[in-house]
């Protein structure tokens, strides 16, 4: 499966895989949001204007009729004052779901991420599903969740490197705490 980096013409069918991947969530959890769109669209949004976002790390799996299949992007993130990274969100378009389009997104983003030498990845996510790509609870290695209420839902995946992982509080790029998500 052929993963490469987003471009900019991209973007507007990446928006529509993330808005059908998470439609299914959005009316249980904002069953009040007037435009219906997925928080996670608003997210990505956001992240693309801020500082933390690194496009790079912004990675896309074409689908094989033409179009987007699936997108996954780590944004800037901080444990205490070092620089690391915050994934998500990952989207598959549900037309190509069970496909491996998540898991090919997600082996290639952590290779670009340790291939440019970053110290950990985190995210919030199902440990049932992102342990097979070496995550483990944050708490593991001493980094705190943004929510303590996140549990072993916040993850981390530590690269080898010459220094030990960072430890302390977890701060994703600043959208992912001033976006709504009702």
């Known amino acids: ?8 013409g991209d973007v507007e069918a990446v928006r529509a895989v993330v808005a059908a991947a998470f ?3 959005e009316a ?6 007037p435009d219906g769109l997925p928080v996670e669209v ?6 693309r204007t801020d500082p ?12 094989p009729g ?3 299949a699936g997108h996954v992007v780590c944004t800037r993130a901080h444990v205490g004052s070092v620089p ?24 290639a983003v952590l290779g670009a991420a340790e291939a440019l030498g970053e110290p950990l990845v985190a995210l919030l996510g199902d440990p049932a599903y992102y342990s097979r790509f070496g995550f483990e609870h944050s708490e593991t ?3 705190t969740a943004p929510e303590p209420k996140w549990g072993t839902y916040f993850q981390v995946r530590v690269f080898e490197r010459p220094v030990p992982p960072p430890r302390g509080p977890f701060v994703y790029a600043e959208p992912f705490s001033t976006v709504d998500g009702g």
Do not use: C, F
Request: hydrophobic content about 45%; proline content about 11%; aromatic content about 4%.
């Open 42 to 47: 608003t997210l990505l949004d956001e992240l």
């Open 141 to 143: 290695y001493g980094v």
């Open 28 to 33: 249980a959890r904002n069953p009040d949001r």
């Open 1 to 8: 499966m052929l993963i490469r980096r987003e471009n900019p």
């Open 66 to 68: 033409g179009g987007i």
């Open 52 to 63: 933390g976002w690194l496009p790079e790390l912004s990675l896309v799996a074409p689908a």
């Open 23 to 25: 439609a299914p969530y």
């Open 84 to 107: 690391v990274l915050g994934l998500g969100p990952l989207a598959v378009h549900p037309a190509h779901h069970r496909q491996g389009v998540g898991s090919a997104l997600v082996h």
